[in-house]
């Protein structure tokens, strides 16, 4: 790589770093660590092709997905992670009911399977279509919509809080009762 790619690569990280590293991190369930080396491992791809790419950030999000997908399809056993006491909870206040909900989203994108959270991710982070994120993923769009809508429906048995903490206002809909239809 010569000294203008070098430039231009080092201009590309310093810039597109941060939004990279959010998405590499939901994609990793929201493990910082593994979110990292995923982003590390497709920069050094970007780096040694640099000159040969034509869209930078989308070869690296590509990269960032393509690497994701290989992790679960390993099927390596999730690792725990420990932390000394357990995170305080929100004095009630508009920053603390963000935090709370971040941290809720987090830990509920977490308890989802790879590909669940990958879904999402693409679906509604990356706000991608669904015949993108068919096309990322090497499925049917078909295939993309069941899994986003059996994840959202994951998501709401594993974090009901969320509805709570969201605002969103909503009422449940109430048990549909039998009605007797005649003809």
């Known amino acids: 790589m010569d000294a203008q790619a070098q430039e231009s690569f080092r201009e590309f990280v310093a810039n597109r770093s941060s939004a990279l590293l959010r998405t590499a991190v939901l994609l990793s369930g929201g493990d910082r660590h593994a979110g990292e080396d995923l982003l590390q491992n497709a920069l ?16 690296v999000r590509q990269v960032l997905y393509r690497q994701q997908i290989s992790r679960w399809r390993l099927k390596w056993p999730r690792r725990e992670v420990s932390v000394g006491e357990p995170p305080e909870t929100g004095t009630g206040t508009d920053i603390s009911a963000a935090a709370d909900l971040k941290l809720v ?9 790879a590909r669940q959270r990958t879904v ?5 982070f990356e706000d991608l ?7 990322i993923l090497g499925c049917s769009v078909g295939t993309v919509r069941s899994t ?3 994840s ?32």
Not at 49 to 55: T, V
């Open 44 to 59: 050094i791809r970007a780096a040694g092709r640099w000159q040969r790419i034509d869209e930078p950030e989308a070869y």
């Open 152 to 183: 959202l429906a994951r998501l709401r048995v594993l974090a009901p809080e969320l509805a709570a903490l969201g605002g969103a206002g909503r009422q449940p809909s109430p048990d549909p009762s039998p009605v007797e239809v005649r003809p």
């Open 120 to 124: 999402l991710v693409l679906r509604y």
């Open 148 to 150: 986003t809508h059996r």
């Open 105 to 113: 989203m987090r830990g509920a994108l977490a308890r989802l399977t």
């Open 129 to 135: 279509p669904e015949a993108e994120v068919a096309r």
